[in-house]
């Protein structure tokens, strides 16, 4: 029993950090530039679909857990001033 426990925990140390890893959040900082967006979101589990600059922010079509998500991010400040999830039509790789 003891060996079990113990297994139990190392395996939910090193799991625990991935789930908390794999979001980001309104409010967060992502970065100001394209590159810094990337690394960011990549790193926090996103595979980015595609990333647009419209007037001072930037609109990033990123996929996490299967769901298509719009983040909409200050160029000014790195923010991520809104997330909203997708329908899969709305990124398109033109």
């Known amino acids: 029993m ?10 939910a140390a ?3 950090p991935t789930w908390v ?4 959040n309104a409010g967060d900082v ?7 967006i990337r690394s960011s979101l990549e790193s926090a589990g996103y595979q ?5 600059t419209e007037d ?13 998500y719009e983040l909409e991010i200050s160029a000014n400040t790195g ?4 997330i909203e999830l997708e329908d ?5 790789d033109d």
């Not at 426990?5 to 395996?11: D, F, H, M, Q, S």
């Not at 930037?58 to 769901?67: C, D, P, S, T």
């Not at 899969?88 to 398109?92: A, K, L, N, P, V």
């Open 14 to 16: 090193v799991i625990a």
């Open 2 to 11: 003891n060996t079990l426990l113990k297994t139990t925990l190392v395996a």
């Open 30 to 36: 992502a970065g100001k530039s394209e590159a810094e």
């Open 88 to 92: 899969d039509e709305e990124c398109d």
């Open 79 to 82: 923010e991520i001033t809104e």
């Open 56 to 68: 001072d922010e930037f609109e990033v079509y990123a996929e996490l857990n299967g769901k298509l």
């Open 21 to 24: 890893m794999a979001s980001m």
């Open 48 to 52: 980015i679909k595609k990333i647009e």
